[in-house]
């Protein structure tokens, strides 16, 4: 027997009768340490250190019976070799959450699992999934468990997670590609005649063509900005 003491902020991952007490897991000799945690429903990603009798070891270590394991999370901030990201197919909110805040999404509605591990580690982008399975590939360079029902509470866990880098208003909600200043001139003949009327100031995303102007932007998303910047109080700085 092999008995794994789990920090609370990894509780949710365990069964119930799991979290209180340290977990007592039958290990026949062979199997990892990294191996025997995740067979518990923790994925490895979620993991910052693990100790054996005060001893910090890798996920390799080969626990012996007796042993009492300790696993911490992941500390937060947490150092990623990368603030690009892959959304999985249920987290669109989220994504265009983070594209609205600058910060570099990748996200398509139709990708499978093995295309996703694909993605990420083709784009070096650490992917975001509420599927644990999904984070316990081997072949998956780097993800990340999302935490929250919702978009809003989802987008909160990413940024004290990661804390990337912002620059709101300055990615394509919509595609992800950056967004660059435009003349009016160049865009009038896209427009309605009440936008035409009322704004001077736009900007076109490189990728897709999508136009922007300053000052249209629906009161929840300035809200969702100003959340992010921990500053309620400033108004959005346009595109
Ligand atoms: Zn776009």
Redesign the pocket.
Known sequence: MVSLCFAPELWLFLRKRHRREPVRAVHDGTASLGHLVQSLGVPLTEVGSLEVAGRRVGQDHRPRGGDLVRVTPVPRPQRAPSSCFLLDVHLGALARRLRLLGVDTAYRNDLDDDELVVRANAERRILLTKDRGLLCRRALWLGAYVRGSGPDEQLADVLERFAPPLAPWSR?T??N?LLVPVAKQEVEVLLRPGTRRTYDSFAR?R??G?VYWDGAHHRHLETIVAAALGDSGRSEGGN
């Open positions: 394509c919509a595609c590609g995303c990728a897709c999508h």
